[in-house]
């Protein structure tokens, strides 16, 4: 199948989120937990492996994937070289001035995914703060954020070849 595919970063995540939600009744099966501090190894790995292949793999073939750079891993807090990361708005509450939220983990706390797990990058100092923190996932407009050299390139939107 050849062609473009034009989509956006939310819509990813969405699939991504959609797509966990159905595994839930064959994880239940397999007794394998998926909520909150019940989820461990076995979840996380499916989580890596769906957000993987359906976000990173996206961006990468896209038309923003020209900026290259290392993408940070879902469920792993930033290392030092990763350039490529998810981040968002929030309609819930905002965010410090020169703070981007990155995207460390969607888990599930009162009902399937609805929290997304989140640290700060401070654009002044060019790092990430030592905190965790979290917001609800239904408040989140997800974007790609690239990092080069202190200097950040977002987009919402993206066409990805097929």
Known sequence: ??????????????????????????????????????????????????????????????????????????????????SIFISFDSTEHKLPDYNIPILLDIESISEPFDVVKYALYSEKENNFGDSINTISSSSCQFKVVFLERGKIIQHYVLTVDL
């Open 1 to 82: 199948m050849d062609g473009k595919w034009n989509t956006s970063v939310q819509e990813l995540i969405d699939i991504f989120s959609q797509s966990l939600k159905q595994l839930i009744p064959v994880m239940d099966k397999a007794h394998i937990k998926w909520r909150g501090n019940e989820a461990y190894d076995d979840w996380d790995e499916i989580k890596r492996v769906l957000f993987s292949n359906i976000v990173v793999n996206s961006i990468v073939n896209s038309n923003i994937g020209i900026y290259g750079g290392t993408f940070a891993r879902f469920s792993a807090y930033p290392k030092e070289g990763d």
